[in-house]
């Protein structure tokens, strides 16, 4: 299998997702060793350097500490690109582990690498340019994805139907959304929702 090509860092949390990674990725993968993040400034400094100055993508578990992490880099880099690629909730052991996460979740490293690929192509990394529906938050809530007695029900139906974690927020949503889809696909997606 011919490796893909990215262009932008991918941030990771461990050493065991960066191998997965670099299994099927040819590019700059950074690890952040977890928390140890918080405590490194030199490895913030390169990070907020890294988007400004080429853009980010952000791949972490999808479970509460992965999404800590990632909130915390978007937080880190208030100037450039930030590519969110989110990893759906699949649950089992990583091989190397004698038990499941807390979780219960399996972390980048224990995902295949077809999933992987799925979520790149999701968050619009991978095939040239990419989409934009142009949705607001206003779209969402017209959609009856917020705002609504039944919104979070809605969100995670379509987060199912996504390949997305739960955890997902409805910012992240619109992230995705526009980053991946088109006005169309979204509208065709949120027409085929359970009511």
């Known amino acids: 299998m011919e490796k893909l090509k990215i262009d932008k860092p991918i941030i990771v949390e461990g050493r065991y997702d960066k191998n997965k990674l670099s299994s099927f990725i040819d590019g700059v993968i950074i690890v952040t060793d977890g928390f140890s993040v918080y405590g490194d400034d030199e490895l913030k400094d390169y990070i907020r350097k890294c988007a400004k100055e080429t853009g980010i993508i952000i791949l972490t578990d999808s479970d509460s500490a992965g999404f800590r992490i990632r909130g915390y880099i978007k937080g880190l880099c208030p100037e450039g690109e930030i590519i969110n690629v989110y990893t759906p909730d699949i649950f089992g052991k990583e091989k190397r582990k004698d038990a499941p996460s807390k979780e219960g979740k399996l972390g980048v490293e ?10 790149f192509e999701r968050a619009g990394v991978l095939g040239g340019s990419r989409k934009t529906a142009g949705l607001t938050k206003l779209d969402l809530y017209e959609a009856g994805l917020t705002g609504r007695p039944d919104s979070a029900a809605r969100r995670q139906a379509l987060y199912k139907k996504l390949s997305l974690p739960s955890r997902t927020t409805p910012n992240a949503l619109l992230d995705i959304l526009n980053a991946g889809y088109t006005r169309e696909e979204f509208e065709n997606m949120v027409n085929s929702l359970p009511d």
Do not use: E, F, Y
């Open 110 to 119: 224990g995902i295949d690498i077809n999933t992987l690929r799925q979520a």
